[in-house]
């Protein structure tokens, strides 16, 4: 049969999707590991992963300084060491931290797991912080900072969450010249040893699994307690939401604008989270969505527009964000609060809305594509505490979702006295 390129392809929609599941073990010492084994590769991904991010440090810089000196030195190889011979067989290592965890991944072939893993267990479990590197670090980052100060949506991230949670929140805070001065070594040690060790640590495990991955792992790590064991400090927190609603920082030399618009609402726990995803894909969450298509591709005001729903682990946001050029900022904002007025008063056509919804399941769809993905999607629920029904329920969500119930959401989420209003550069 010849085919015909003349003719698109039958469009088809998304019935039902099928995850695999993540199979939990325990090792001798407590930490629980869990796997995702699949993939045609020989290739692992280890991800340790501690309660250690943001919103556990005292003092701003303090957790992302104690996870990125991690590889640094430890007590038997130098950084350069530790690099080399990682990367001699193959492997590959990264430290990374959000908001709520801290996160060491190791990518390996299987043949050479163990080699690798001598290392990493000698980074997580024996790193010496040296004074030099922590001083390059802080330099550096200090520098970044400087920089990425004088860009105004980065200011306005940092001031958007300081409005939504308060200045002192952990979500909220803000890193200031001063606090580079104020981070000391002891305090970046004194949080490493407060937050890695065995009790604080899961570790997730994806792509083609040998049969003796556990007992690897247990010989590494689960054998004994390491680390300075102790329950896990939960920070006293006071949320201080401004009770102004609009917010305007002067920048005189700015060519653009960065607009930020939002509220407090709710993360993945919440019932109306599934839902409330759709009404966000339909104003702004997709290339095709409403901000954009007027916004960006009718008035050419920016290059781009967005919004989204951020699931903090204690908390959740909403948020609308773009740079338009500084002449039509309030040009912008009035067409921003004509969008989220449409969707307060009129119904989203059936059309429209059938878009949408096949769009969120297809991204759904591709982000279950592999071993790795399917460990971030298993990670996305387990920092919830969550279950794989989860991901049933919305599914449901976006099949069942009727325009009547995407007013009834904008009308109770998306009133305009309830939205912060943000705008750093000129108006």
Request: proline share 3%; hydrophobic share 35%; with cysteine.
């Amino acid at each position: 049969m010849t085919l015909n390129r003349k003719l698109a392809p039958d469009f088809k929609t998304i019935e039902k999707i099928e995850i695999p599941h993540a199979f939990a073990h325990t090792l001798d010492n407590g930490i629980k590991v869990y796997t995702i084994d699949s993939g045609s590769q020989e290739l692992t991904k280890l991800e340790f992963i501690f309660k250690a991010g943001m919103f556990y440090q005292k003092i701003p810089l303090q957790a992302s300084a104690a996870n990125n000196l991690l590889e640094t030195g430890t007590k038997h190889y130098s950084a350069n060491e530790l690099s080399d011979n990682i990367d001699y067989y193959g492997s590959f290592f990264e430290c990374a931290v959000d908001q709520d965890y801290a996160s060491l991944a190791l990518y390996s072939l299987n043949k050479y797991l163990d080699k690798s893993l001598h290392y990493v267990e000698d980074i997580i479990k024996n790193p010496t912080f040296p004074k030099d590197e922590f001083d390059i670090y802080l330099s550096n980052k200090k520098q970044k900072h400087l920089v990425n100060s004088e860009k105004v949506n980065v200011l306005a991230r940092r001031r958007f969450s300081e409005l939504l949670f308060g200045e002192k929140h952990p979500y909220g805070i803000s890193v200031t010249n001063e606090d580079f001065a104020q981070l000391s070594l002891e305090s970046v040690i004194e949080f490493y040893q407060t937050f890695y060790h065995s009790g604080n640590c899961t570790i997730i495990a994806s792509g083609k699994l040998s049969k003796d991955l556990i007992d690897t792992l247990n010989r590494f790590f689960g054998k004994d307690h390491w680390g300075h064991v102790q329950p896990i400090p939960v920070p006293e927190v006071n949320k201080e939401t401004s009770t102004q609603q609009k917010h305007y920082i002067h920048k005189s030399d700015a060519i653009q604008s960065a607009i930020r618009v939002g509220r407090l609402l709710f993360n993945k726990k919440h019932p109306d989270y599934f839902k409330f995803q759709v009404l966000n894909t339909i104003l702004g969450g997709y290339f095709g969505s409403r901000l954009m298509a007027n916004i960006r591709e009718d008035k050419g005001y920016t290059y781009g527009i967005g919004s989204g729903l951020a699931s903090l682990v204690n908390d959740g946001y909403f948020y609308i964000s773009t740079e338009v050029g500084k002449d039509v900022t309030k040009d912008a904002l009035n067409e921003i609060y004509k969008e989220i007025r449409l969707l307060r008063e009129e119904l989203v056509d059936a059309e429209e809305l059938e878009t949408v919804r096949n769009y969120v399941l297809g991204q759904f769809l591709r982000s279950v594509d592999g071993p790795y993905a399917l460990a971030e999607k298993f990670k996305a629920i387990w920092e919830f505490g969550l279950d794989y029904d989860y991901f049933d329920k919305y599914f449901a969500a976006v099949k069942t979702i009727t325009p009547e119930e995407i007013k009834s959401l904008a009308n109770q989420y998306l009133q305009e006295q309830d939205l912060l209003e943000l705008v750093v550069g000129q108006i």
